[in-house]
């Protein structure tokens, strides 16, 4: 398995800008693609980016394409969530997540990712 740590979050204002970091410890060799998701009060989580081991394919949804860009440094494994232009609709509380075994290029759906961080908190206010 592998083990996930989040950090980075915290308060900011509208229209501000965040970066997460995920370090992953473990199975780090297992070809390990990374995601992120989001969960806010009363609501269901959200998948709302991943990257595959290679890097070089990533996937965002519709709510934060455009603001958040998903990185990874494969030599500290870890992987970034760099969050800008900020809303207050983006407050939850954000998840890392692995899916260990993963083709090169592959970027894996909601359902496929197994491991899962703590979360780290994110507050955007008005």
């Known amino acids: 398995q592998v083990q996930l740590v989040e950090s980075g979050g915290g308060l900011v204002q509208a229209g501000g800008s965040l970066r997460l970091s995920c370090a992953a410890s473990g199975r780090t060799r297992s070809n390990v693609a990374m995601g992120w998701f989001r969960q806010a009060p009363g609501k269901e989580r959200e998948f709302i980016a991943a990257i595959s081991w290679s890097g070089v394919n990533t996937y965002y949804s519709d709510s934060v394409k455009g603001r958040f860009t998903i990185s990874r440094d494969s030599a500290k494994n870890t992987v970034y969530l760099q969050m800008n232009s900020l809303k207050p609709e983006d407050t939850a509380v954000y998840y890392c997540?692995?899916?260990?075994?993963?083709?090169?290029?592959?970027?894996?759906?909601?359902?496929?990712?197994?491991?899962w961080g703590q979360g780290t908190q994110v507050t955007v206010s008005s």
């Open positions: 997540a692995a899916r260990l075994y993963s083709s090169s290029d592959y970027v894996p759906s909601e359902r496929e990712f197994g491991s």
